[in-house]
């Protein structure tokens, strides 16, 4: 994941699928790996001294032929895994062997008693009396393993009687974000990320809520610094520290966090202003994603940053909170009867009050036709006018 901000030679990179070998030729494969790394790695400059520049510069498939050299024998061709899912395995599952095992969820990772909650009072409580196999999980979370069944109750009255909510009460984007601990504990850091991550959190919730859109969430990730200890890279929408209370914006990343990285959107913004900078870009999602199963960076993805960049440039802010029926619209039938009308003539009707689509002025009635059709056709609403209306496909 890391990088240097401004520096082009740098970057993040998902890893490459290499090949396959057999249990007993996994430690010469290994060998030859670093070997390759070894002989072949940029040692002139620290900032690009990465396997993973190596593997850039060379492609996949020259790296493998090095590694085969130096291995004595051919890779087997990659053998495809099982479809990948991120599960943060937070709350009660049973572990296979009779057992349970609890995920404790623990914000940016930090075990301490602070603020009502005594995350580390309840963890050691419980380890000391069930003698649990503790686990850190990527998510910066606690699993507690090798529970009995019968003492289930207990373990979650050690939790509650310490603050710690059960994990349907913590909200989905508060659950699937992390942060790095940036100040005041990285010399590397250039802003917060532990300390304010909580916050963001908070403000984007509240945002979606004000813009229709409660309990939607994404991947939420925040580092101090573009080295990327958190993984912002691969998240859905992240903040990358670039000076004092300076971020950058980065888009794009994967819900399940396999297989590609996002892209820098946006310098220097300033966490003041962060309701404003993802105000638009929430609301082209809201209203140009696919189905409502489209998934944030799935669309984000999708859209590309140059269409999101326009977007962003054409958006009249407050336009997320708009009521949609400042006036009365004409019925469906009316439109339909316009459409028809107006395909026979080879005239265009002008459906818009400005030079985007989505500020039609409708009524209640007909917002709520459209917006059942359009989910009924996976089509968004304006795409929906747009077919309806200028083209006269009825």
């Not at 985007?356 to 304006?382: P, W």
């Amino acid at each position: 994941m890391g990088r240097t901000h401004n520096k082009e030679s740098t970057f993040a990179r998902v890893a490459d699928h290499l090949g396959y070998v057999d249990k007993q030729d996994i430690t010469e494969c290994l060998k030859a790996i670093l070997a390759a790394q070894r002989d072949h790695g940029n040692r002139e400059v620290r900032a690009n001294a990465r396997l993973k520049y190596l593997v850039h510069t060379l492609g996949v498939d020259k790296f493998r032929k090095l590694v085969e050299s130096y291995m004595g024998s051919k890779m087997k061709a990659f053998v495809p895994l099982p479809e990948w899912k991120a599960v943060d395995w937070l709350g009660w599952h049973e572990q296979g062997d009779g057992e349970m095992f609890v995920g404790i969820h623990v914000p940016q990772g930090r075990v301490i008693d602070a603020n009502g909650i005594k995350y580390r009072t309840a963890i050691r409580a419980i380890v000391d009396k069930f003698n649990t196999d503790t686990r850190l999980t990527a998510n910066q979370n606690v699993v507690l393993c090798g529970i009995k069944k019968s003492d289930m109750a207990e373990v979650d009255a050690i939790l509650s009687s310490n603050g710690v909510k059960p994990i349907q009460e913590v909200d989905m984007m508060t659950r699937q974000s992390i942060a790095c601990p940036a100040f005041p504990l990285c010399g590397l850091a250039q802003a917060e990320a532990e300390r304010r991550m909580p916050d963001f959190n908070a403000r984007m919730n509240a945002l979606m809520t004000k813009m229709g859109m409660p309990g939607e969430y994404f991947i939420q990730r925040m580092t101090g610094c573009p080295n990327g200890c958190a993984r912002p890279y691969m998240a859905e929408l992240a903040w990358v520290g670039q000076g004092p209370d300076l971020y950058q914006l980065w888009l794009g990343g994967s819900h399940n966090l396999d297989g590609r990285t996002g892209f820098a959107f946006r310098d220097k913004v300033k966490q003041s202003d962060m309701e404003a900078t993802v105000e638009p870009i929430l609301y082209m999602w809201k209203t140009q994603r696919s189905s409502n199963a489209e998934r944030f960076g799935d669309f984000l993805h999708r859209a590309g940053k140059d269409a999101i960049q326009s977007f962003c440039e054409t958006y009249v802010p407050g336009t997320a909170f708009a009521n949609p029926t400042v006036e009365p619209g004409p019925s469906l039938g009316e439109l339909l009867a316009m459409s028809k009308d107006s395909a026979r003539s080879g005239k265009s009707v002008r459906l818009t009050t400005g030079p985007r689509k989505q500020q039609v002025r409708v009524s209640d009635e007909l917002h709520t036709m459209l917006k059942d059709a359009s989910e009924k056709n996976s089509e968004a609403i304006s795409d929906l006018v747009e077919r309806l209306l200028v083209k006269g496909l009825v």
